[in-house]
C-alpha cells in the first residue's frame, strides 16, 4: 500500500521518506515487506495523500477549454470562486446544446437573488429551457429527507420534458441546500452512490453537484463525496476524476480513524 500511494502521488522513496521523517532504506524495507511502518508514520501518509487529492481538486489543470456540454454524467464542482465562471458556461452552453437545465437550490434563496449569486443572467428566469426547483421539492417527502423523492422527481421531469421534444436533461445540485436542512454527511454519501448508479447509465439526464470546497476535513464523508464523481468540473472545463473509486482514499480514510485528525 505505501508502494501505492508513493506511485500515485509520484515521489521517490527517498521525497516520501523525507515528508515522512525517515530514511529512504526504510521506504525501501516498508514496500519490500522487510519492515512494517510504525502508526504514527502509516497516519501521516494518510494525511498527505488527503492533501494531494484536495489540493488537485481545488487546482485542476487549466488546460484548454472542453465544451461542457460533452458527455458529463455524474460530475462535482466545488463552490469556489475560480470554478464560478465555469459553473455559468455549464449552465449557458448546456441550454445552446439543447438541454432542459434545472437549478435546485434551497427554497430560502429567491430566483434572482440565486442567479445574482452565480453571476447568471437574469433572464435566464424566464427563457425556456431552464427552472429553478427547491431542495424540499425535490430531496423531501411530508417534511422528511427522503432519497426516493429524487428518483420519483427524476422520472417525472422525463415523462414531462421527453414528450414537449426535451430529449436531454441537466441537472445542477447546490448541495450547500441540503447542508442547511440538517442533511447529514453519512445521507450525502448515500445520495451521491445512489446518483452515480443512475446517471452513469442515464441516456437522458446527468447531474452535476455543487459542494462547499472543504477548509478541513471534520468528517470522513467529505473524502466519499471526492471518490464518488467520476468527472470534476474545474476552471478549465471538465475533467476525469483522479480520484474516482480509488481504493487508496478508503484506505487514507481509514488509517486516520476521525478522532479529531485533521487534514489541511
Not at 524495507?29 to 484536495?54: D, N, Q, V
Amino acid at each position: 500500500m505505501v508502494r501505492k500511494v508513493r506511485d500515485k502521488l509520484g515521489l521517490t522513496q527517498g521525497e516520501l521518506g523525507s515528508l515522512l521523517g525517515v530514511h529512504w532504506v526504510t521506504v525501501s524495507r516498508w514496500e519490500s515487506g522487510k519492515m512494517e511502518p510504525r502508526a504514527g508514520c502509516l497516519r501521516e501518509l494518510a494525511r498527505i495523500y488527503l492533501a494531494e487529492a484536495f489540493r488537485w481538486a481545488r487546482e485542476l489543470p487549466q488546460g484548454e477549454r472542453s465544451p461542457v456540454p460533452a458527455p458529463v454524467q455524474h460530475a462535482l464542482a466545488y463552490d469556489l470562486p475560480e470554478v464560478w465562471p465555469a459553473v455559468q458556461r455549464y449552465v449557458t452552453e448546456s441550454l445552446r446544446a439543447g438541454y432542459y437545465v434545472c437549478l435546485i437550490t434551497s427554497s430560502d434563496d429567491a430566483g434572482e437573488a440565486l442567479l445574482k449569486r452565480w453571476k447568471l443572467p437574469p433572464e435566464l428566469l424566464s427563457r425556456e429551457g431552464f427552472k429553478i426547483l427547491c431542495t424540499r421539492e425535490v430531496f423531501f417527502r411530508d417534511g422528511h429527507y427522503d432519497l426516493s423523492q429524487m428518483n420519483y422527481l427524476g422520472r417525472k421531469l422525463e415523462e414531462e420534458l421527453i414528450p414537449q421534444g426535451w430529449g436531454r436533461i441537466r441537472l445542477l445540485d447546490d448541495i450547500s441546500g441540503l447542508l442547511s436542512h440538517g442533511v447529514s454527511w453519512e445521507e450525502l454519501v448515500a445520495l451521491e452512490y445512489n446518483a452515480d448508479s443512475i446517471f452513469q447509465y442515464s441516456g437522458v439526464a446527468d447531474c452535476l453537484s455543487i459542494y462547499p470546497y472543504p477548509v478541513r476535513l471534520d468528517h470522513p464523508g467529505q473524502v466519499c463525496i471526492l471518490c464518488r464523481h467520476p468527472q470534476l468540473l474545474g476552471p478549465g472545463g471538465t475533467v476525469a476524476n483522479a480520484f474516482y473509486d480509488d481504493e487508496l482514499l478508503c484506505w487514507a480514510k481509514n488509517q486516520l480513524k476521525w478522532r479529531g485528525e485533521e487534514c489541511r
